[in-house]
């Protein structure tokens, strides 16, 4: 008899935002009449910018004569593509990295579910607490993370970096030495950052200890502020030890489009292999490149005219991140991010849990936010707020909160 593997058996109950769907879904049968305003998952909900959808027609095009038929992309990604994240995304930024650093993928959900694939079985991993769930759950998959406490919500072989309100929501470095360090700025579930000194100490610490960082920066585009920095290879001996993943999805709405990349200097080692040919490896066997409709929609991102639009769109999201924050801020709650992040992470009334709040705001107000334990432990006690929603919604999930 063929065997399973069982590692996907001790994944805890199904994954947060699908418990957060079939809550919603048995509310809004319950009660039809109810106009349920979602402040819950991070999906977009502006249409594609114009420049992008002229890219995708233009492409479609090319795709219909033999003279501009294109088949399987390049492994890596166009080099029109790479070109132009290497130029916009990095040295723009001062950062030493190159195009053939760049692998195009389908999206940084994947691609930071699938970059474990290239580490040892032994090694163990550090994540912030609260986490984007996917770097936990594909290291549970992988047969990395130990034994899971249902009570404490932990798993044995993992060490958890609480993010607190005391430490800002940016981690201390761990007591224990971890081998992969995920780290996400900014922050999904929290909105924090992290400013450029302390990403230089984390930086620091995986040199001198010999860990790699992986490193989600998939709400770059949303930093207001200075000294917050874009990309983790503006760090000093970034090269040596870290890999950055990016998405279009926040950036510019292609979160049904799909589209990232991720960045593997080749300066990465572990010993004398090569993590850029580990992952070129990996790529090349078990991935058939993002379709070049798709490349040339992304390559239009980086046109003047992208990123005029884009960066419309980007503020279009933060009005509704700054009016959550001061209209909750009005009603008395505890708040933080919304500033370099369009999330805006607050803390339960009353000493409520996670759950219970959320079910509270489901049936008073027929508004749904995210609750915090689902990202960890340390997000007990605390509820997101996505400010990916339309403004209408926005003001009317706040009108509707200000009538609890
Ligand atoms: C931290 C983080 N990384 C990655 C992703 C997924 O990005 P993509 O749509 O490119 O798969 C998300 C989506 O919500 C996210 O919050």
Redesign the pocket.
Known sequence: MYKINDNYLKLPGSYLFSTIGRKVSKFTEANPDKKVIRMGI?DVTQPLAPVIIDALHSAVDEMAHQETFKGYAPDLGYEFLRSAIAENDFKARGCDISADEIFVSD????D?GNIQEIFAADNKIAVTDPV?P?YVDSNVMAGRTGTYDAAAGTWSDVIYMPCTAENGFSPELPSERPDIIYL?FPN?PTGATITKERLQNWVDYARREGCIILY?A??EAYISEEDVPHSIYECEGARECALE?R????NAG??GV???YTVVPKDVKCGETSLHALWARRHGTKYNGAPYIIQKAGEAVYTAEGKKQLGEQVAYYMRNAHTIHAALTDLGYTVSGGINAPYVWMKTPDGMSSWDFFDFLLEKANVVGTPGSGFGPSGEGYFRMSAFGTYENTLEALERMKAL
């Open positions: 991070g999206g940084a959900k994947c930071s984007y996917v996400c999904n989600d998939a709400y993943l998405s279009f999805s926040k292609f979160t799909r589209l990232g």
